[in-house]
């Protein structure tokens, strides 16, 4: 592992305490051409420091917009987001986002992507900067790749390059919005073991966004159902399985089956 | 190393055909003149310096009007971009300047600055300006809005925005504005050089008038060659690598 080795680097890198989020009746409407879509209905919802929190449920239920809200890059109609007790008033670096498309800057090669935000906070050198993107991105194993342009990486790669991203700052939380939705299954499967991994050492709370049922059960400590028109939680599970788990268990297949039973029943009574 | 040596026997077959052109005597040589005339007359200018002089005070006129023409359209660009009032006046105002062809600029310069280098001047800034107004305008309007939004997440403002994520995603099509624009900029020039004398310095344009005020098609093709060998060496080394380098960044083909 790339050990960087002035003083104010390994400050830098030192693990910052994960954020408690509370939310607390936020509801969000959007105006659109086929009238009042009421994305969502009083949620409430509070993750713990260093949780890993997967809201999962049908497309437009509110997921993102709930993640937006949380990011600061939208406003609730009504209710509150805190984190650590401190209402969030508009976007900042103690949460970041990995959206669904990579969202790479493609005039910058994936080093400089990564050194975007760091150069963003101050009392950093510029060496300490280098030092901290290089660890980021050998931390999601890319250090081959730091000078590739952003269009040569593969659609894996780029959205490794976007977590290192977002772990560069280093976050109090990560909000991440589908991020494997658009991979194959073998290289999202390797991306699991390796946000677990990359949890764990770097301890973050985590919001993950996503369609896939097995995919939360893995991912998540939490799985948290939405239902869609009104955008609402409609029920919670607890994994409990020791980690790091794998995506092919019988004991996961059976938590992603009762959840899957849940959301059948949802579809069957909306429509 | 074959492509240029492809490149040179093509050129040198297209003089030895004009070479044979002229030993044939089809036209006169008052009319066309052979290779070697036109050498001597450019080895003479070359020498006596003129060509070098009239080279400086062009590229001086093209550079100082280009430089201002980016330096104003920029900004305003990005203004119509971000505010539509400005989008539906000055916006459509140069997306309608933009179609008037840069020459018919120059009597107008005539009667605003008369026969001085700011009627030069503000050709030239005309065939630049517009075009780099929309270039920018439409380049920002091209910006995934993700990009200032991803920006705002990891702790960027309004300004470093602006400077740090709009501007350098907007560049593919700045910098073909510009490219645009120089066009624009280097063939009015030419033509204004070539329609109005002025006594502060005569360009490349002049001598090209003049030339054919003296009947020596010498010059005259001489002076042609020159023109189109400036606009080959700003092309290839100006925008060539810069539009490399955003080919190879984007991934976007040739
Ligand atoms: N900017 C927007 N303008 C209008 N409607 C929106 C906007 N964002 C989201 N919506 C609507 O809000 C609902 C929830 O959207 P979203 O949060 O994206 O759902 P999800 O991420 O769960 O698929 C959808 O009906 C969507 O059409
Ligand atoms: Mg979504």
Known sequence: MFRPKTGSVTQELELVAPSKLSIDNVSKSFHTATGNVLALDRVSLNVNEGEFVCLVGPSGCGKTTLLNI???LEKPDSGTVLTDGKPVTGPGRDRLVMFQESALFPWLNAFGNVLFPLKL???????????????????VGLTRFERANIHELSGGMKQRVALARALAPNPRVLLMDEPFAALDALTREQFYGD?????????????????NVREACCLGDRVLLFSPNPGRIQEEFHVDLPRPREMNTSELATYAARIMRSLKQQAATTT | MRRFLSALAFFALL?????????????????????????????????DQTLLHSTIITMRRLLTGYFFGIVVGLPLGLLTARWTLLRDTLGTTALGLQTLPS???????????GQTEAAMLFVVI??????VIIATDTGVRHVPPIY???????GSKRLHIWLKVILPASLPFIVSGMKQGWAFAWRSLMAAEIYVTILTGFGLGQLLHFGREQQAMEQVIGIMIVIVL??????????????????????TSQ
């Open chain 2, 103 to 113: 020459v018919c600029w120059v009597p107008l310069a005539l009667l605003w600055f």
């Open chain 1, 195 to 211: 946000l677990q991994t990359i949890w764990k050492e770097r301890k973050k709370t985590i919001v993950f966004v996503t369609h």
């Open chain 2, 230 to 251: 400036i606009g080959l060496l700003v092309d290839k080394t100006l925008f060539s690598p810069i539009e490399r380098f955003l080919h190879r960044r984007w991934g």
């Open chain 2, 15 to 47: 003089i030895a055909l004009w070479q044979a052109l002229y030993d044939l005597k089809i036209w006169s040589p008052v009319l066309l003149p052979s290779p070697v005339q036109v050498v001597r007359y450019l080895q003479g200018a070359i020498v």
């Open chain 2, 148 to 154: 200032p939004r991803a920006a705002l997440t990891m």
């Open chain 2, 126 to 131: 005309m065939g630049t300006l517009w075009s």
């Open chain 1, 121 to 139: 906070k101050p009392n950093l050198s510029n060496k300490d900067r280098r030092d901290v993107a290089k660890y980021y991105l050998e931390l």
């Open chain 1, 70 to 72: 949380i990011a600061g």
